[in-house]
Antibody, heavy 122, light 107 residues
Framework: EVQLLESGGGLVQPGGSLRLSCAAS????????MSWVRQAPGKGLEWVSG????????YYADSVKGRFTISRDNSKSTLYLQMSSLRAEDTALYYC???????????????WGQGTLVTVSS | DIQMTQSPSSLSAFVGDRVTITCRAS??????LNWYQQKPGKAPKVLIY???SLQSGVPSRFSGSGSGTDFTLTISSLQPEDFATYYC?????????FGQGTKVEIK
């Protein structure tokens, strides 16, 4: 059974940093691209970042480029999102999402975690 | 960036109704179009991938069609458990983008 367990969310002040983690199990982690998708309270879905199975290719939404860094440790089956220079508009539930294929594009999201809440406020 | 526009933003329907949601891409995305369903307080789940392929375990009353820039999600006979918000998403190129969502409510 595929499981994606996010952690690391919480309350942070504007300008602060936070690192999200996603522990994956139930599949061969290195064979699949992974993404982070967020949802602000009462709003729609926004793709944040994606990473290929090897970790060699990374992609970002314009809204987070230069502030967020996605990475993965295939030996630990864990996905990360390092977030810095956080803004109020980054407040959202952050989902860890498994891609159906090895690359970030051309596939779909077949498994989602339950999300970890990030609140940016003073 | 590829913009995804869904219509309508919301709709009300009776159980048993046929429901159609449309999604338009700002440029051609071939058939790299996926549909997700999200219920309140839950993570989204995929219904349709590659425009018309039904995800395993999803009821056959859901279907998808289209290619290029215009796509549709159809629910042939709406069931009580189908009341939710539906999103389209393009996987043709990064940044990956979602439509704004269509909320399906009980009439």
């Amino acid at each position: 059974e595929v499981q994606l367990l996010e952690s690391g969310g919480g309350l942070v002040q504007p300008g602060g940093s936070l690192r999200l983690s996603c522990a994956a199990s139930g599949f061969t982690f290195s064979n699949y691209a992974m993404s982070w998708v967020r949802q602000a309270p009462g709003k729609g879905l926004e793709w944040v970042s994606g990473i290929s199975g090897s970790g060699g290719s990374t992609y970002y939404a314009d809204s987070v480029k230069g502030r967020f860094t996605i990475s993965r440790d295939n030996s630990k089956s864990t996905l990360y999102l390092q977030m810095s220079s956080l803004r109020a508009e980054d407040t959202a539930l952050y989902y860890c999402v498994k891609n159906r294929g090895y690359t970030v594009t051309k596939y779909y999201f077949d498994y989602w975690g339950q999300g970890t809440l990030v609140t940016v406020s003073s | 960036d590829i913009q995804m526009t869904q219509s309508p933003s919301s709709l009300s329907a009776f159980v048993g109704d046929r429901v159609t949601i449309t999604c338009r891409a700002s440029q051609s995305i071939s058939t790299y179009l996926n549909w997700y369903q999200q219920k309140p307080g839950k993570a989204p789940k995929v219904l349709i991938y590659a425009a018309s392929s039904l995800q395993s375990g999803v009821p056959s009353r859901f279907s998808g069609s289209g290619s290029g820039t215009d796509f549709t999600l159809t629910i042939s006979s709406l069931q009580p458990e189908d009341f939710a918000t539906y999103y389209c998403q393009q996987s043709y190129s990064t940044p990956l983008t979602f439509g704004q969502g269509t909320k399906v409510e009980i009439k």
